[in-house]
């Protein structure tokens, strides 16, 4: 039991530096503002992340974690550096 806390550490730790640069590029520009003016889209997207999650987490224990994590780990890492590039 004590692994998988560790796993979910390091997918906490993994995804942190994406969601600070998105939330610190989407509070400057305003566009917080859109999502609560497209409710549907909203709602659409949500729908969506929360069916990724669950279906995530059905293959989880399809993988191995030593191969997973660090898939993550470059997925989110080129999300953090596109987000940051993007004017």
């Known amino acids: 039991m ?3 806390h560790g796993a979910l550490e390091g997918r ?3 995804s942190l530096p994406t969601m ?3 939330f610190a ?3 400057r520009d305003g566009s917080f503002a859109v999502l609560g003016a497209n409710i549907r889209c909203t709602t ?4 969506g992340s929360i069916a990724g999650a ?5 293959l989880l224990g399809m993988f191995p974690n030593l191969v ?3 898939l993550l780990a470059v997925i989110l890492l080129v999300s ?3 987000l940051a590039r993007h004017d």
């Open 2 to 4: 004590h692994r998988r």
């Open 12 to 14: 906490v730790l993994v």
């Open 20 to 22: 600070l640069v998105a």
């Open 25 to 27: 590029r989407y509070s």
């Open 44 to 47: 659409i997207m949500a729908a």
């Open 54 to 58: 669950v279906l995530g987490g059905l």
């Open 68 to 70: 997973l994590i660090p």
């Open 80 to 82: 953090a550096v596109k």
